[in-house]
């Protein structure tokens, strides 16, 4: 890299970067939660020093726009931007700087602030293995926007670095592990997160100032996410479907098959389904659809593309930067995740195929490599 524009960029890193506004109704607001499951001792703490299950997880709620005072705060807090930083640099060797000095805007409810009519449904959602649920908060605040509650979740010793409300942190104990079966293992534990949150979900609700339809569940995710999504909605009858982003299927649904509504969104650089893995697929045997992204790496499905694109990168790193992160812009992959959750939960949730049926027509980008979703005739 020419030095000179490396230092123009890391210079002009000094300034706060705002990223784009949500584009739905709502206005969003967010609050981060810390849970412990007082009945599971957490199974990858150290033997020293055991402790129950504690881990994170972000509420996104949407408000009535004239309920809330906007408000502007740091895309990652200082230890989280030091912790992403590093990460940044050692999984794809750019500057800490770039994923540095960003900033969102949220709405702040105020003190008078009542439940409205409206009951939003929740969706819940799990970002790749090792990442964080705080690198997709401009993708969940746009979907919390459109009128759903939307939880982010964070699994500590697997996440790379999960920071506390008490200022307390946990690093990633299991990166660069490969044993067998430890995939598996994490996503059951991510699961296990996520039932605990799920159980507890009338109380988490219970102080909000929106009204949640906490029957009406389904769960997304990203990669290791969309796998645990996918067993989840396998363990849990509660979560009524599974969307999956780019995520890998194992566990116990290749053995036992699963029912549950399924929409995978596959990139378009790699099929990691067919033609070698087309198990994975065939073991969902209720309604689903396949679904690539014109322009998507796996990386795609993280806010990395929105930041770059908001702030510019160096000339030099844009080859980098498409082969990483693909052709798609930052907001247009926010818009298609967004139009795909949203077209799978009416249809999950009201029984309404047509936004599902016509994602390839309201998407350019969207390819439909295989559709099993009842209705519609298309
Ligand atoms: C609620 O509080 C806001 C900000 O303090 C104020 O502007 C608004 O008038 C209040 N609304 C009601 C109904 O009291
Ligand atoms: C994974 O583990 C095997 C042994 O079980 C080892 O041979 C291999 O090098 C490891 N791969 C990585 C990427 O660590
Ligand atoms: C809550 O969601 C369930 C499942 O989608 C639905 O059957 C029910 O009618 C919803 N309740 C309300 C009050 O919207
Ligand atoms: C994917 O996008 C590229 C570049 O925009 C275009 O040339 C190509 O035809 C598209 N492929 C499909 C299958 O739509």
Redesign the pocket.
């Known amino acids: 890299m020419k030095v000179y524009t490396l230092l123009a960029f890391l210079g002009g890193a000094t300034a706060q970067t705002l990223l784009p506004g949500s584009t739905g109704p709502y206005a969003v607001s967010m609050r981060n939660i810390a849970l412990t499951d007082n009945s599971r001792w957490d199974p990858l703490a150290s033997q020293d020093e055991p402790h129950k299950r504690r881990f994170m997880a972000s509420l996104f709620l949407p408000l009535a726009p004239g309920s809330c005072e906007q408000t502007t705060v740091p895309y990652l807090s200082p230890a989280e931007e030091v912790a992403w930083g590093l990460y940044v640099e050692s999984d794809f060797g750019v500057p800490a700087a770039m994923i540095a000095g960003y900033e969102m805007e949220y709405c702040q409810p105020f003190a008078n602030t009542t439940k409205g009519s409206s009951m939003f449904p929740v969706v819940i959602f799990g970002g790749g293995g090792g990442g964080s649920r705080v690198l997709y908060s401009v993708q969940a605040r746009e979907l919390a926007s459109q009128g759903y509650f939307v939880i982010t979740t964070d699994h500590p010793y697997e996440a790379f670095f999960v920071e506390f409300p008490d200022g307390s942190s946990v690093w990633s104990n299991t990166l660069g592990r490969n044993d067998t079966g430890l995939s598996h293992t994490l996503s059951q534990i991510r699961s296990d997160d996520v039932i605990y949150i799920i159980d507890n979900l009338d109380t988490i609700v219970s102080d909000l100032p929106i009204n949640v339809n906490t029957s009406a569940i389904i769960q997304y995710g990203h990669s290791l996410g969309g796998n645990t999504a996918a067993l989840t909605a396998f363990r849990d009858s509660r979560v009524l479907g599974a969307l999956d982003m780019d995520g890998h299927i194992f566990g116990p649904i290749l053995e036992e098959g699963s029912d549950v509504p399924f929409v995978l969104l596959g990139n378009?650089d790699i099929n990691y389904f067919f033609p070698d893995n087309p198990h994975m697929w065939e073991s969902f045997h209720g309604p689903k659809l396949y679904g690539i992204i014109?322009?998507t790496t796996h990386q795609t499905f993280t806010d990395f593309s929105v930041l770059f694109d908001t702030r510019g990168i160096p000339p030099e790193l844009i080859e980098f930067k498409e082969q990483v992160l693909g052709?798609i812009s930052g907001i247009r992959i926010i818009e298609l995740i967004t139009g795909s959750v949203t077209a799978f939960a009416d249809f999950v949730l009201r029984g309404s195929p047509s936004g599902l049926k016509g994602l390839d027509d309201l998407y350019?980008?969207f390819?439909v490599y295989e559709d099993r979703i009842p209705g519609c005739n298309k």
Do not use: F, Q
């Open positions: 378009s014109n322009g052709t350019e980008e390819e």
